[in-house]
């Protein structure tokens, strides 16, 4: 069985500085991992997704992460946060068609 | 171009009534997914359709949840009987189909739904 889990729940961080959202994923067969995000009364987005290629994935708006099989890791990453950055963010994962989510981490952004 | 729609985008419904929702995919797209995401929570997989074909329905909760795709294209996620525990967003996600790949999933603003 697949299953991802995101370590925290709320992730505050002032503007300008970095942000770290974590994931660890658990699969029996080698992942594809994504991260959405979902803005208040917005559909999910596609940040960025892991499909064997390169371990560490660039995203939109300057987000990325980095894939790591010893750790079972999927962190994602932005040096710089910005307000606009303000919404849930899911991590997920998928080695068939369907997605499976995380239960999602709610970013804060403060000035 | 146009992305996935879905109508109602709120839908009241009182115990026990019969409720409908649609989904129109993206153009072109072949598989179309339907999740029920409930609040605070993170979305859950319903079912998964290829075309017309329903290849996918072991997340449908009970036998109240019935969905189709008649023509390969719009769908219709159909409940009956609503129960309080229902309530929830209903998220509809169109793709292309790449056999041996997961393909990005595009998703529709959702539909709403709350039982009373």
């Known amino acids: 069985a697949q299953s991802v889990t995101q370590l925290d729940s709320h992730v505050s961080v002032s503007e300008g500085t970095p942000v770290l959202l974590r994931c660890n994923y658990s699969?029996?067969?080698?992942?594809?991992l994504f991260w959405y995000v979902q803005h208040p009364n917005k559909g999910l987005q596609l940040l960025l997704k892991?499909?064997?290629?390169?371990?560490l994935v660039k995203g939109i708006n300057g987000f990325e992460a980095e894939f790591k099989k010893s750790e079972t890791s999927f962190h994602l990453t932005k040096p710089s946060a910005h307000m606009s950055d303000a919404a849930e963010y899911f991590c997920?994962?998928?080695?068939?068609?369907?997605?499976?989510f995380g239960t999602g981490t709610r970013l804060q952004v403060f000035p | 171009g146009a992305g996935v729609s879905q109508s109602p985008r709120y839908k009241v419904a009182k115990r026990g009534q019969d409720v409908a929702l649609r989904c129109d995919p993206i153009?072109?797209?072949?598989?179309l997914f339907w999740y029920q995401q409930a609040l605070g929570q993170g979305p859950e997989f319903l079912t998964y359709?290829?075309?017309?074909?329903?290849?996918?329905k072991s997340g449908l909760p009970s036998d109240r949840f019935f969905a189709e795709r008649p023509e390969g294209s719009v769908s219709t996620l159909k409940i009956q009987r609503t129960q309080q525990e229902d309530s929830a967003v209903y998220l509809c996600?169109?793709?292309?189909?790449?056999?041996?790949?997961?393909?990005?999933?595009?998703f529709g603003p959702g539909t709403r739904l709350t039982v009373t």
């Open positions: 996600a169109s793709s292309s189909y790449i056999p041996g790949l997961v393909d990005e999933q595009y």
């Open positions: 699969s029996s067969y080698s992942p594809s």
């Open positions: 892991y499909t064997s290629a390169a371990t």
């Open positions: 997920v994962v998928s080695n068939t068609d369907k997605l499976i």
């Open positions: 153009s072109g797209h072949v598989s």
């Open positions: 359709f290829q075309n017309e074909a329903q290849l996918d």
